[in-house]
Nanobody, 125 residues
């Protein structure tokens, strides 16, 4: 399994932006399918973005489409989540996830087998 460490969370006003980073260990990062999820208190873990190893295909739910952008830099073993026009309902702990398998859905957290520790994002109104 790959080790994942998120950073970049914080407190921001509604309408503001944040960029999350997820640094991965290992030498085969480009082979991993990567995802970002979030979980608010009392709610289930929710998919917010996914990207394949080649950086060509990206996936978003309607709730963040047009506001969030996932990207990766395989030379730096890092995946990013650029979040713009943030809303109070985006407040959650954000998790980075990885898997070598391409058989499961990007949208399901059970498709991933490596997780970071999470970073808090708080959006004030």
């Amino acid at each position: 399994q790959v080790q994942l460490v998120e950073s970049g969370g914080g407190l921001v006003q509604a309408g503001g932006s944040l960029r999350l980073s997820c640094a991965a260990s290992g030498r085969t990062f480009s082979s991993y399918r990567m995802g970002w999820f979030r979980q608010a208190p009392g709610k289930e873990r929710e998919f917010v973005a996914g990207i394949g190893g080649s950086d060509i295909n990206t996936y978003y739910p309607d709730s963040v489409k047009g506001r969030f952008t996932i990207s990766r830099d395989n030379a730096k073993n890092t995946v990013y989540l650029q979040m713009n026009n943030l809303k109070p309902e985006d407040t959650a702990v954000y998790y980075c996830a990885a898997t070598l398998s391409y058989s499961g859905s990007y949208y399901r957290h059970t498709s991933y087998d490596s997780w970071g520790q999470g970073t808090q994002v708080t959006v004030s109104s």
